[in-house]
């Protein structure tokens, strides 16, 4: 059965999941809505989120191998809604580590997402649908798919399976190391000679 790789792209309104699978040459994309019109307000939303994503996960865990998976971290710099962003990140993590082991989950930075696929960390939302369909010939329907295709990317690449190319690029390398942790520390800078 071949592999496949999760990006999730969560957000306060919806959820944008994408299926990559590389050996069958196809990805499948599903959006949830979490607007308060369908998800409620408060802990019922949240009940209702991680009951969403529970299921959807048990489904794709009982249909396939799935590789690795990559979800959007957190935005440590965001001024609004930190409050209620933290909470679904913390309900969409939980609905994760009830289905797979921590080990193929990934958090990746939203500026590593970007950098993964523009080679820059601060492009805007446009730039980002425009890359992904020059890079991989994927038409995003929205800015919160074309985020979960490129994390689905991240995922196929973390996974030590896969044996996929190494990246051509080298800022994708360097968002690869820094998700697995294995990036390298800066070079000490050199003391000055008082000579």
């Given at each position: 059965?071949?592999?496949s790789?999760?990006?999730?792209?969560?957000?306060y309104?919806?959820?944008?999941i994408?299926?990559?699978?590389?050996?069958?040459?196809?990805s499948?994309?599903?959006?949830?809505?979490?607007s308060?019109?369908?998800?409620?307000t408060?802990?019922?939303r949240l009940?209702h989120?991680?009951?969403?994503?529970?299921?959807?996960?048990?489904?794709?865990r009982?249909?396939?191998?799935?590789?690795a998976?990559c979800?959007?971290?957190?935005?440590?710099?965001?001024?609004?809604?930190r409050?209620e962003?933290?909470?679904?990140?913390?309900?969409?993590?939980?609905?994760?580590?009830?289905?797979?082991?921590?080990?193929?989950?990934?958090?990746?930075?939203?500026?590593?997402?970007?950098?993964?696929?523009?080679?820059?960390?601060?492009a805007?939302?446009?730039?980002?649908?425009l890359?992904?369909?020059?890079?991989?010939?994927?038409e995003?329907?929205?800015?919160?798919?074309?985020?979960?295709?490129?994390?689905?990317?991240i995922a196929?690449?973390?996974?030590?399976?896969?044996r996929?190319?190494?990246?051509?690029?080298?800022?994708?390398?360097?968002v690869l190391?820094?998700?697995?942790?294995?990036?390298?520390p800066?070079?000490?800078?050199?003391?000055?000679?008082?000579?």
């Amino acid at each position: 059965m071949p592999r496949s790789y999760l990006g999730i792209d969560q957000s306060y309104s919806g959820c944008a999941i994408v299926t990559y699978a590389p050996a069958a040459g196809h990805s499948g994309v599903e959006r949830f809505n979490f607007s308060p019109d369908a998800a409620g307000t408060g802990a019922r939303r949240l009940a209702h989120v991680h009951w969403v994503l529970r299921e959807y996960f048990q489904a794709q865990r009982l249909a396939g191998t799935v590789g690795a998976i990559c979800f959007e971290g957190y935005a440590y710099g965001s001024k609004f809604k930190r409050e209620e962003l933290g909470e679904l990140g913390g309900v969409v993590r939980l609905a994760l580590v009830q289905t797979w082991h921590p080990g193929l989950l990934h958090a990746v930075a939203p500026t590593s997402v970007k950098k993964f696929v523009t080679g820059s960390g601060r492009a805007d939302k446009d730039k980002m649908m425009l890359a992904v369909y020059m890079r991989w010939q994927f038409e995003a329907p929205n800015h919160d798919v074309a985020d979960a295709y490129t994390l689905a990317r991240i995922a196929a690449h973390l996974d030590p399976e896969l044996r996929q190319e190494p990246p051509e690029l080298k800022f994708q390398q360097e968002v690869l190391d820094t998700v697995r942790g294995t990036k390298k520390p800066p070079r000490p800078a050199r003391a000055a000679s008082g000579r």
